[in-house]
Nanobody, 124 residues
């Protein structure tokens, strides 16, 4: 069983940066691909970024490409999402997820484990 704990969310102004972290507890996330998703009020959960095991492949949603960077530290069992040039439309609860395959995936239904989410609010 993999337990995921997100941190790093908060309230920032447009143009600011944040770094989200996702720590895997309970067991190593060796051989697990990971992903970040987000859900805004009244909307479905949507794909943000995904990274393979051990981290050679990454994919991004068009809306965040060039602004967000996903990475992982397999020694620390932690995944990160560096978010730059944040905009109000990035406001959402951000979730990290893990799937028991090494290949990345953009589909929310392909992930077995989820964190509890961390709120990111971008507002002036």
């Amino acid at each position: 069983q993999v337990q995921l704990v997100e941190s790093g969310g908060g309230l920032v102004q447009p143009g600011d940066s944040l770094r989200l972290s996702c720590a895997a507890c309970g067991r190593t996330f060796s051989a697990y691909a990971m992903g970040w998703f987000r859900q805004a009020p009244g909307k479905e959960r949507e794909f943000v970024a995904t990274i393979s095991w051990p981290g050679s492949s990454t994919y991004y949603a068009d809306s965040v490409k060039g602004r967000f960077t996903i990475s992982r530290d397999n020694v620390k069992n932690t995944m990160y999402l560096q978010m730059n040039s944040l905009q109000p439309e990035d406001t959402a609860v951000y979730y990290c997820a893990a799937r028991s395959y090494s290949s990345p995936n953009i589909n929310v239904n392909q992930y077995n484990y989820w964190g509890q989410g961390t709120q990111v609010t971008v507002s002036s």
